[in-house]
Nanobody, 119 residues
């Protein structure tokens, strides 16, 4: 069964860095696009960054210039390098993938990983 598994969250001081990973596994598929979302306390889930199969990226306004999304197609893994972290970046970070299986596209979500930035 296809699943997305995030890793790399944790506690960091303001100004620090973290790198999140999201690996897709469990079947035969190709990855159409992947994205990171986050949901802070009492806040709607928001897009952090996205990357498509061609490598084109887009970012939420609040993270531009600080976060970098990338992917390793050979490993079916997406990364989010987060630099200059701020307390307002504290949230559960979710990985979303659009995977193509037998010519049909399916959406999958990871279980989330907690990122906490202390001031």
């Amino acid at each position: 069964q296809v699943q997305l598994v995030e890793s790399g969250g944790g506690l960091v001081q303001a100004g620090g860095s973290l790198r999140l990973s999201c690996e897709a596994s469990g079947g035969t598929f190709s990855i159409k696009s992947m994205a990171w979302y986050r949901q802070g306390p009492g806040i709607q889930r928001e897009l952090v960054a996205a990357i498509d199969s061609g490598g084109s990226t887009n970012y939420g306004d609040s993270v531009k210039g600080r976060f970098t999304i990338s992917r390793d197609n050979a490993k079916n893994t997406m990364y989010l390098q987060m630099n200059s972290l701020k307390p307002e970046d504290t949230a559960v970070y979710y990985c979303k993938g659009i995977l193509t299986i037998l010519s049909r596209n399916y959406q999958y979500w990871g279980q989330g990983t907690q990122v906490t930035v202390s001031s």
